[in-house]
């Protein structure tokens, strides 16, 4: 822009000097000129712009692209300098998946998300409700408290929940240390989760509970019957955040977990990593087979994630 | 709406699981956490000691009321002692030094007299933070600004950035272990060689990058001080896979507040005749502030939290030079079953957290527009 506005000074001011007749060609002239190096400009612009962003995205996926590379190699490649596997070795996936036990860890990871994401997503929703669109007291002070717990950091409630847990185990009928739920239970209602669901739940319309009340429909009905449905978009958000949370829990189910019976795939794969130790192959198999499921949850909702996780940004 | 009866009743029943979990597993925690430091707790309740673990984790209580107080004072300070006249701001100013040069001292004998290992894990942890978090947001503010100026593929471009931060971090964390391995082989060390970067021992490093660079230049003697006093390469190691993972995340986050900011606003800095660096100083910064702010908090907040990734790529090698306070923490529970101390330990990140979030809010909360 700078350069523009100078370069029209100057061509003025040497049109001065030939004439009218001069200055007005010249001037048609200098629009030209402009034109074409504003193109030119334009285009430097997108290739910065698109060169940047691709080195970006190479940066961002390579890592994934030589995890998957490595999990095809044989043994001997994995110790030279190699990047391409020769063939492909789909030995290794099954080796890992047997040898490291695999299968049995994958379900209980699977298990242990679904009961998570389901009690997250059905407590989540209701306690957002009355949050959101009723009137009671205490309701602020309630919804205060609910964001307080945002700022307890895992750690500082690692101890005493792993003596609740413990007390739980012998004094319910049911067993909880080593079992689900130990695993799921202490998860079950995020005060992110509420969050993000009672303001979402804000922006419905009025009209909606008006309508449904001349109907005849109570609060229980319009909160399954037609509010949920509205909030397909937050209820993925959340449920997707829930999945990973659970599926990348590690420290908590190796307090809790003792036994093979109900442990994750995350302890697992640590444990492969530990003892498989140069086998590397084998190791990103392993990882590769641990990411999939999210993957998988992530190609099929991302448009809905990434809206939700703008919009979580954004109210702060 | 009515407030019937019949209305609160079913408005307490929609929110009673929730709170139930919430108050047993989230809020009941932090009191049962200071109940069990008080006591010598391994596997079982054993007799009540007072604040032995604070004593032991913190050093002299001397140091720890001087630093407390003095803390106060400035603040105090800060916020009563107010006036134009030069004499009430050379006593301000004085009053300040004062107090902050207390604090420090108190906390250097804290340092001293704690338990060394606690805050070797708060060194790392701030060497973790400071590396980490400024360069997140740089590059994710020029990636936001490149994304939003991109005409097209912005939402493949965004689901790559994003890529990282969805993959779970305990299968990710485990390739990077083994890109940052320290075989001549290993990819960290196929791309350092590219640009001249000798052989390195990336995750199994536990020397300081600063003596690393020393040694390149052939100076073998160097004082023990430049080892703790810069972050090993190991934890150099972790803060690049940390941008790796948050950088798709932050840039999610700056795009939508990129976007938000209305068109025309910049189409009448342009017929004011402001140049592309004034508009960007002038009304991309401040509308883009609430955004950034929200990125540096949840990143702060974060690096304290950090604990799966580093779990993983903690290495022999590397000694205790990647183990921050979450890592030290934890191995108090799982390897040395002290509980209490634990629990201790945990409450003093809790209370070191909060302030830090405190500070940030008032520090930099300030310079955040909200728009009027």
């Given at each position: 822009?700078?350069?523009?506005?100078a370069?029209?000074?100057?061509t003025?001011?040497?049109?001065?000097?030939?004439?009218?007749?001069?200055?007005?060609?010249?001037?048609?002239?200098?629009?030209?000129?402009?034109?074409?190096?504003?193109a030119?400009?334009?285009?430097?612009?997108?290739?910065?712009t698109?060169?940047?962003?691709?080195?970006?995205?190479?940066?961002?996926?390579?890592?994934?692209?030589?995890?998957?590379?490595?999990?095809?190699?044989?043994?001997?490649?994995?110790l030279?300098y190699?990047?391409?596997?020769?063939?492909v070795?789909?030995?290794?996936?099954?080796?890992?998946?047997?040898?490291a036990?695999?299968?049995?860890?994958?379900?209980?990871?699977?298990?242990?998300?679904?009961?998570?994401?389901?009690?997250?997503l059905?407590?989540?929703?209701?306690?957002?409700?009355?949050l959101?669109?009723?009137?009671?007291?205490g309701?602020?002070?309630i919804?205060?408290?609910?964001l307080?717990?945002?700022?307890?950091?895992?750690?500082?409630t690692?101890?005493?929940n792993?003596?609740?847990v413990?007390?739980?185990?012998?004094?319910?009928?049911?067993p909880?240390?080593?079992?689900?739920p130990?695993?799921t239970?202490?998860?079950m209602?995020?005060?992110?989760?509420i969050?993000?669901?009672?303001?979402?739940?804000r922006?419905?319309?009025?009209?909606l509970?008006?309508?449904a009340?001349?109907?005849?429909?109570?609060h229980v009905?319009?909160?399954?019957?037609?509010?949920?449905?509205?909030?397909?978009?937050?209820?993925?958000?959340?449920?997707?955040?829930?999945?990973?949370?659970?599926?990348n829990?590690?420290?908590?189910?190796?307090?809790?977990?003792?036994?093979?019976?109900?442990r994750?795939?995350?302890?697992?794969?640590l444990?492969?990593?530990?003892?498989?130790g140069?086998?590397?192959?084998?190791?990103?198999?392993?990882?590769?087979?641990?990411?999939?499921?999210?993957?998988?949850?992530?190609?099929?909702?991302?448009?809905?994630?990434?809206?939700?996780?703008?919009?979580?940004?954004?109210?702060? | 709406?009515?407030?019937?009866?019949?209305?609160?009743v079913?408005?307490w029943?929609?929110?009673?699981?929730?709170?139930?979990v919430?108050?047993?597993?989230?809020?009941?925690?932090i009191?049962?956490?200071?109940?069990?430091?008080?006591?010598?707790?391994?596997?079982?309740?054993g007799?009540?000691?007072?604040?032995?673990?604070?004593?032991?984790?913190?050093?002299?209580?001397?140091?720890i009321?001087?630093?407390?107080?003095?803390?106060?004072?400035?603040c105090a300070?800060?916020?009563w002692?107010?006036?134009?006249?030069?004499?009430l701001?050379?006593?301000r100013?004085?009053?300040?030094?004062?107090?902050?040069f207390?604090?420090g001292?108190?906390?250097?004998g804290?340092?001293?007299s704690?338990?060394?290992?606690?805050?070797d894990?708060?060194?790392?942890?701030?060497?973790?933070?400071?590396?980490?978090?400024?360069?997140?947001?740089?590059?994710?503010m020029?990636?936001?600004?490149?994304?939003?100026k991109?005409?097209?593929g912005?939402?493949?471009?965004?689901?790559?950035?994003?890529l990282?931060?969805?993959?779970?971090?305990i299968?990710?964390?485990?390739a990077?272990?083994?890109?940052?391995?320290?075989?001549?082989s290993?990819?960290?060390?196929?791309?350092?060689?590219v640009?001249?970067?000798?052989?390195?021992?990336w995750?199994?490093?536990?020397r300081?990058?600063?003596?690393?660079v020393?040694?390149?230049?052939?100076?073998?003697?160097?004082?023990?001080w430049?080892?703790?006093?810069?972050?090993?390469?190991?934890?150099?190691?972790?803060?690049?896979?940390?941008?790796?993972?948050y950088?798709?995340y932050?840039t999610?986050?700056l795009?939508?507040?990129?976007s938000?900011?209305?068109?025309?606003?910049y189409?009448?800095?342009?017929?004011?005749?402001?140049?592309?660096?004034?508009?960007?100083?002038?009304?991309?910064?401040?509308?883009?502030?609430?955004?950034?702010?929200?990125i540096?908090?949840?990143?702060?907040?974060?690096t304290?939290?950090?604990?799966n990734?580093?779990?993983?790529?903690?290495?022999?090698g590397?000694?205790?030079?990647?183990?921050?306070?979450?890592?030290?923490?934890f191995?108090?529970?799982?390897?040395?079953?002290?509980?209490?101390?634990?629990?201790?330990?945990s409450?003093?990140?809790?209370?070191?957290?909060?302030?830090?979030?405190?500070?940030q809010?008032?520090?930099?909360?300030?310079k955040?527009?909200?728009?009027?």
């Amino acid at each position: 822009m700078v350069t523009d506005t100078a370069e029209g000074a100057g061509t003025g001011r040497g049109s001065r000097a030939d004439g009218p007749a001069a200055e007005t060609e010249d001037a048609r002239g200098s629009i030209a000129d402009t034109a074409a190096q504003r193109a030119a400009k334009r285009r430097l612009a997108a290739f910065l712009t698109y060169g940047g962003l691709v080195v970006a995205a190479v940066a961002a996926s390579f890592p994934f692209v030589w995890m998957l590379f490595t999990s095809f190699m044989t043994r001997g490649e994995t110790l030279r300098y190699v990047v391409v596997p020769a063939s492909v070795e789909w030995r290794n996936y099954v080796r890992a998946w047997s040898e490291a036990n695999f299968a049995l860890y994958f379900s209980n990871s699977l298990l242990i998300a679904a009961v998570q994401v389901g009690g997250t997503l059905l407590f989540s929703l209701m306690a957002a409700y009355p949050l959101a669109r009723m009137q009671f007291r205490g309701r602020e002070t309630i919804f205060l408290i609910i964001l307080a717990t945002l700022m307890v950091p895992e750690t500082a409630t690692m101890v005493p929940n792993f003596l609740t847990v413990a007390w739980l185990h012998s004094h319910s009928p049911i067993p909880w240390l080593n079992s689900w739920p130990a695993l799921t239970v202490p998860f079950m209602a995020s005060a992110f989760s509420i969050f993000l669901l009672r303001q979402f739940m804000r922006g419905l319309p009025g009209e909606l509970w008006d309508a449904a009340r001349l109907d005849g429909a109570g609060h229980v009905r319009f909160l399954f019957q037609i509010a949920l449905p509205l909030c397909r978009a937050p209820l993925l958000t959340v449920g997707m955040f829930t999945f990973i949370g659970s599926w990348n829990a590690l420290g908590w189910p190796l307090l809790v977990t003792s036994t093979q019976t109900w442990r994750p795939i995350s302890v697992a794969l640590l444990r492969f990593v530990e003892e498989a130790g140069a086998e590397t192959q084998l190791q990103m198999a392993g990882a590769v087979i641990a990411t999939l499921p999210v993957l998988l949850l992530y190609a099929l909702i991302q448009k809905e994630f990434t809206a939700g996780i703008s919009v979580s940004g954004m109210k702060g | 709406m009515n407030t019937s009866l019949k209305d609160r009743v079913t408005a307490w029943a929609f929110m009673a699981p929730a709170l139930l979990v919430l108050g047993v597993f989230g809020l009941f925690p932090i009191g049962y956490a200071f109940f069990v430091s008080l006591h010598h707790w391994r596997v079982k309740r054993g007799p009540f000691v007072g604040f032995e673990h604070y004593h032991r984790a913190l050093g002299d209580p001397l140091y720890i009321a001087l630093f407390v107080l003095s803390l106060g004072l400035f603040c105090a300070v800060r916020y009563w002692v107010k006036g134009k006249s030069l004499w009430l701001r050379v006593t301000r100013i004085g009053l300040e030094v004062a107090t902050l040069f207390a604090a420090g001292a108190g906390l250097l004998g804290v340092i001293g007299s704690g338990d060394s290992r606690l805050f070797d894990a708060f060194k790392v942890t701030a060497f973790y933070a400071v590396c980490a978090i400024p360069a997140e947001v740089a590059i994710s503010m020029i990636l936001a600004y490149l994304l939003f100026k991109a005409l097209s593929g912005k939402g493949f471009f965004r689901v790559l950035f994003f890529l990282p931060y969805v993959t779970p971090m305990i299968a990710t964390a485990v390739a990077f272990r083994i890109i940052f391995s320290p075989h001549p082989s290993s990819l960290a060390n196929q791309i350092g060689g590219v640009f001249g970067l000798g052989s390195q021992g990336w995750l199994f490093e536990s020397r300081s990058v600063v003596s690393l660079v020393l040694q390149a230049f052939d100076i073998t003697q160097y004082p023990a001080w430049i080892d703790a006093a810069f972050p090993s390469m190991a934890l150099v190691s972790v803060v690049l896979y940390n941008i790796w993972v948050y950088v798709g995340y932050d840039t999610v986050i700056l795009l939508a507040g990129f976007s938000a900011i209305p068109p025309h606003y910049y189409e009448a800095a342009a017929i004011d005749g402001a140049t592309a660096a004034q508009s960007f100083r002038h009304i991309t910064l401040p509308l883009i502030s609430p955004a950034l702010f929200f990125i540096s908090l949840i990143a702060v907040i974060g690096t304290f939290k950090a604990f799966n990734h580093i779990y993983i790529m903690r290495t022999p090698g590397a000694r205790d030079s990647v183990d921050v306070v979450s890592v030290a923490i934890f191995d108090q529970i799982y390897l040395f079953h002290n509980l209490a101390y634990a629990a201790a330990l945990s409450l003093i990140l809790f209370a070191v957290i909060l302030g830090l979030t405190f500070v940030q809010n008032r520090v930099l909360g300030r310079k955040v527009f909200y728009g009027d």
